[in-house]
């Protein structure tokens, strides 16, 4: 079992900057492929960013170049650096771990989500 919870969100104006955390319990990150998620009321939610057990990181087009995902495995925690916010940007962010189990089988946890607002 694995708890994860986010931290960081809030109001910010367009152009600004926010950094989510992703603090996980019960059970050590460094196994686990990590996500970003976000999701508006009524839309399904989307990938923002990846980044895999092993380094590997992957973007959603849309913030390519804005977004950068990061771990600290020592902290157990994952990041989200998020800048150049646009008003599209506003979601609830929720954190993911994942991990794949044998014959296909995976673990998915997921955060209660954190609510991030781009207002002028």
């Known amino acids: 079992q694995v708890q994860l919870v986010e931290s960081g969100g809030g109001l910010v104006q367009p152009g600004g900057s926010l950094r989510l955390s992703c603090a996980a319990s019960?059970?050590?990150?460094?196994?686990?492929?990590m996500g970003w998620y976000r999701q508006d009321p009524g839309v399904q939610r989307e990938l923002v960013a990846h980044?895999?057990?092993?380094?590997?990181?992957e973007y959603a087009n849309s913030v390519k170049g804005r977004f950068t995902i990061s771990r600290d495995n020592t902290k157990n925690t994952v990041y989200l650096q998020m800048n150049s916010l646009r008003a599209e940007d506003t979601a609830v962010y929720y954190c993911?771990?994942?991990?794949?189990?044998?014959?296909?089988?995976?673990?998915?946890?997921w955060g209660q989500g954190t609510q991030v607002t781009v207002s002028s």
């Open positions: 980044i895999g057990k092993d380094g590997s990181i």
């Open positions: 993911n771990a994942r991990k794949t189990l044998r014959i296909g089988a995976t673990a998915n946890y």
């Open positions: 019960g059970s050590f990150l460094s196994t686990y492929d």
